[in-house]
């Protein structure tokens, strides 16, 4: 089943070979991602299994800001990566458009909700749908990485350490997301508290009630006038 | 846009030298019988490994699958041959062809080394006089060899004809830089480094500085596209490099 699902905008054709950056560092970024995702995919062998489901497919991600084109093809377990492919020997499977943010942001979404992505998609809903349950459930055990280049000691003392630190600073981040309006509002007085807010809309819809009112009455008035005089000119 | 000179009968040019024509190809094999050994080993070290980008970029663009047959002319050392080995799979095939021995030599057994031997197959022969049938490869490539060919025209037609129709030709070649600022910086790394490294690691800094001076000779991107659409090849197009230090050449046969 193939299907268009259009986000924000109408899915267009991009212009052909449109990657802004040099052809060189394109290959580079390519090889680097490469290396990386297929290293990274032999310390989890539930997603280097499920790749299976996905052989032959190709994936095209095209970022708008900046502009940067990947294909992402997947044969017999491995991922490779291109910057370059004919589309009209190979049309991908699916496409997706975005901008950089936005396209990272789906890790955190569900395919339900491509319409506020910013992401327009297009292709097989199948494949999609098995892309976005295999990439759920990613789980690499990049403990086992360390382990092996630093040995099972020195590894999983490192491994404790990025630990805490990663938990130190998730603490962080949520004392400051917490903190950060009170001290806006109530330390620095640089923005009026949310309870102020509320209040001052509330008092600005009595007022525009009451003008409103005042309106009408008004017109009410001037147009009883205006009804007397015509009677009177009738009259005359 | 740099002129080529139409070759006097008797003579060409070897680097910036004037050589007889029917000397070219002999000058050329001494220079890459002398390289051949640490062919590889110079290629990273004048790159500093950006050659193999080159190379994966050129392999994207020529679109080999499965079951393809493909010609790697000036071969040499195997380095796209053994991608396109793996690309093309078992019901594919692969031709390695190099006109200069040695390096054949070198390329073969690398690729033997790799365990590349059921669909790849290492023929000696002049990329001008090609000795395969017509229509018979779905891509040929040619990597930093068109510009070692005495007779570019000769060759681009005999590529035309071995190709299937619709079948791609990449021409992998440096060409001419399109920055003022960086061509000066190439050119002082080209005659002055580049054979002070090659005196260094292979003792033979003439040969390098031949490779700087073929470069500075080869056409440059507008004038081989134009070469090659007046050899009838179509859809051609060109991508520049690091910033047109290489260029690489594609075009379809019709």
Redesign the interface.
């Known amino acids: 089943m193939r299907i268009t699902m259009t986000a924000i905008h109408i899915s267009h054709q991009p212009k052909k070979?449109s990657n802004m950056y040099?052809?060189?560092v394109?290959?580079?970024i390519?090889?680097a991602l490469e290396a990386t995702i297929n290293k990274a995919l032999q310390y989890d062998p539930g997603t280097f299994r499920a790749l299976k489901k996905l052989d032959h497919s190709c994936l095209s991600i095209r970022i708008t800001q900046p502009e940067l084109r990947f294909y992402i093809l997947i044969n017999n377990h491995y991922v490779k990566i291109?910057?370059?492919?004919?589309e009209h020997?190979?049309p991908p499977d699916i496409i997706l458009t975005g901008k950089l943010r936005d396209l990272a942001r789906l890790k955190q979404g569900n395919i339900h909700n491509f319409a506020d992505s910013g992401v327009s998609v297009e292709g097989n809903a199948r494949d999609l749908i098995t892309y976005q349950e295999i990439f759920s459930t990613l789980d690499i055990d990049w403990e086992e990485w360390i382990n092996d280049h630093l040995g099972n000691l020195a590894g999983h003392q490192l491994s404790n350490a990025i630990k805490k630190g990663s938990r130190w600073l998730l603490q962080q981040k949520t004392k400051i997301e917490l903190h950060s309006v009170d001290y806006l509002t109530d330390e620095f007085q640089l923005v009026p508290a949310s309870s102020e807010i509320q209040t001052f809309l509330s008092d600005v819809d009595t007022i525009k009630a009451q003008f409103d009112r005042l309106n009408a009455r008004t017109n009410k008035l001037v147009n009883a006038r205006r009804n007397m005089t015509k009677r009177e000119h009738g009259h005359v | 846009m740099r002129i080529i000179t139409v070759p006097d009968e008797k003579t060409t040019h070897f680097g910036y030298e004037q050589v007889k024509t029917e000397e070219k190809a002999e000058r050329v094999a001494g220079v890459f019988h002398s390289v051949a050994a640490k062919y590889d080993l110079m290629n990273d070290v004048m790159s500093g490994g950006i050659h193999r980008l080159w190379k994966r970029f050129t392999i994207e663009v020529s679109g080999v699958r499965n079951g393809d047959k493909v010609l790697d002319i000036a071969g040499g050392t195997g380095d796209l041959a053994a991608k396109f080995s793996k690309l093309v799979g078992p019901d594919g095939q692969v031709v390695l062809a190099d006109i200069n021995e040695s390096m054949l030599r070198v390329g073969r057994d690398k690729l033997t080394d790799l365990g590349l031997v059921n669909n790849l197959y290492c023929t000696q022969a002049d990329a001008q006089y090609l000795p395969f049938p017509d229509n018979s490869f779905d891509c040929i490539t040619i990597a930093f060899g068109l510009r070692n060919v005495t007779d570019k025209e000769l060759a681009l037609k005999a590529m035309l004809r071995v190709l299937k129709p619709g079948g791609r030709l990449l021409v992998l070649e440096f060409s001419k830089p399109q920055n003022s600022l960086l061509e000066k910086a190439y050119d002082t790394y080209s005659f002055k480094l580049l054979p002070f490294m090659g005196k260094l690691i292979t003792n033979d800094a003439d040969s390098y500085r031949y490779l700087a001076e073929s470069i500075r000779m080869h056409p440059d991107q507008e004038t081989l596209k134009s070469l090659m659409e007046s050899v009838g090849f179509g859809e051609c197009k060109f991508y520049n490099m690091t910033g047109g230090i290489v260029a690489l050449h594609k075009g379809i046969k019709p």
């Open positions: 070979d040099d052809p060189s394109n290959a580079a390519t090889a291109q910057s370059y492919m004919d020997v190979r």
